[in-house]
Structure formats: C-alpha cells, structure tokens
C-alpha cells in the first residue's frame, strides 16, 4: 500500500509520513469483537513504573484476534479489511458459513469477497490455516504456531513471513523473519502467505505530538542526566559516556549484548541462530 507525504505546513507535518489507507473497506469494528482494555501506564500493582515511557494515548478497544484457527472445516468469507490500534498490520473480518464472526491477520493480496477456511483438509491458497505437516516444502507462511493449540507465536508484523525449509519425522524447519532457522511440530497450524501492509516501515511520525497519541512518553537520553541517575550522566558540558560500551540505567551492557537465558530449554529446537 502506498504512503503519503504531508505537506510541511505546520513543523509537526514537515517530515512526516502517513499510510493512504486505502486497503481499508470501513473504518467501523464489529462490536461483538471489541474488548476494553485497561492501561497500566507503565506501573506494576505498586504503583510503581516497572515500564519506561508507557503513558497516556488516545482511547482505543482491542480486537479480539483469532490466533488459533481452529474453526475446521467451515468456510468463511472475507467481509472487510480493518484498522487495528494494537498492531501495524491490518485485521479482515471473516463471516462464517454458521454466522459467527472472527478476525484474523489480513494477508497480503486478500480481498474482500475471498474465500478463507482452516482445517487438515483446507487447500493450500492464500489465508487458509491448516497444519505444517499438509503445507508443501518452500511454502510462504504466517501466524506461525510454536506448539499445536497454543495459538500463533511467530511471523505476526506486517509485512513478515517465515519460510517452510524442510520436513523431517515429527518437526519441521523454519526461516524465521529474523533470519532464525527454527524446528516447528509439524502439527502446529500456520497460515499460508505474507502478511499485509508492506509500508507499515517506511511511516515517519514526525512530531512528539503523534508519539504521546500512540501512548509514548518522552525518552531523554543518559548523557544530559546526573550521575545518579544514569551511568552515563555527569561532566562539565557535552562528554562521552566514559566506559567501553553503552549500558542501561541499571548497568547492564546494551547495543549487542545477549540477555537470553542460558541453558534454555527451547534452545534445542533452534538449528541457526539469526546472528
């Protein structure tokens, strides 16, 4: 989908860069789906910030999303392509052949109009979620499963996909978007195709305005402060952080440094690391 540049007359729309929005087929969610959401701004049941810069937003309702797929055998039909406030990449509606209603991720080249179905024995075509075991080797996928039942885990930005490399026995190997090559059970469900709204990366927010709408509180960096507030902060003027490498607030190396758990149980199932 194409984006649009603003033009520059205020300082706020100088830079900036929008979506067109015009995939979108209605601006109004089915209600049936909507959840109210509490927000936390960044604070634990203290009271206390226990996330950084998490505060304010406009309103907005979550869309309960069908990550599972698990309405075998019932075709359904795309019936719109919507906003979704939670993620940058767009939802479709889909109507079932019983009546009921749920969304999914909308793939990219969907329409409205489409025919969509889950199960064992769905074809392999665009939209359908079936298990790894029936989707052919070098097949694009999404809505990646990382245990049957359990829901999608991988490949569920706008514009990722994941790979089918290679079956063997009871796992699959995937490519991940992060270059990861990973073993999947071959009865996890994935859903064929690349996730829509490829420009989703090329959008500029261009003021601090459109950051607080999106629920973004300021983030100020760790040389202008003291040194106790941050490790970096301190010096007469404008002075280097004084240590071999960045750190957080707390200390811990940043930029490069691995923080994933030793010895991690999932660790057998990944072949290649994406490094």
């Known amino acids: 989908m194409p984006v649009k540049q603003r033009r520059s007359l205020t300082n706020g729309q100088r ?27 960044g604070r634990d049941w203290r009271g206390r910030i226990s996330s950084r810069h998490i505060g304010g937003g406009n309103k907005k309702l979550y869309r309960m999303v069908d990550f599972k797929r698990n309405k075998d055998g019932v075709p359904a039909k795309v019936a719109s392509i919507e906003y979704d406030p939670f993620r940058n990449s767009f939802i479709a509606l889909l109507k079932y052949l019983d009546g009921e209603k749920r969304y999914i991720l909308a793939p990219l080249g969907i329409k409205v109009g489409d025919a969509v179905e889950s199960g064992p024995n769905a074809d392999v075509k665009l939209g359908n979620a079936l298990p790894i075991k029936n989707i052919p080797v070098g097949t694009m996928i999404h809505n990646i499963e990382i245990s049957a039942g359990a829901g999608a885990a991988f490949a569920r930005s706008a514009g990722s996909f994941a790979s089918l490399v290679a079956k063997e026995g009871r796992y699959a190997t995937i490519r991940l978007p992060s270059g990861e090559q990973r073993l999947v059970h071959i009865d996890c469900r994935a859903t064929v195709g690349q996730i829509g709204n490829l420009d989703a990366k090329n959008v500029v927010l261009g003021s601090a305005g459109k950051m607080r709408h999106l629920g973004r509180r300021p983030s100020v960096r760790g040389v202008v402060m003291n040194p106790c507030d941050h490790p970096h902060g301190g010096g007469e003027g404008r002075s280097p952080i004084g240590m071999p490498s960045p750190v957080t607030p707390w200390g811990k190396p940043t930029l490069g440094y691995r923080t994933r758990k030793k010895r991690k149980i999932s660790d057998r199932f990944i072949i290649m690391r994406r490094a």
């Open 15 to 41: 830079f900036r860069v929008d979506l067109d929005y015009s995939e979108l087929t209605t601006s109004s969610p089915e209600k049936s789906l909507l959840v109210k959401v509490r927000k936390t701004g």
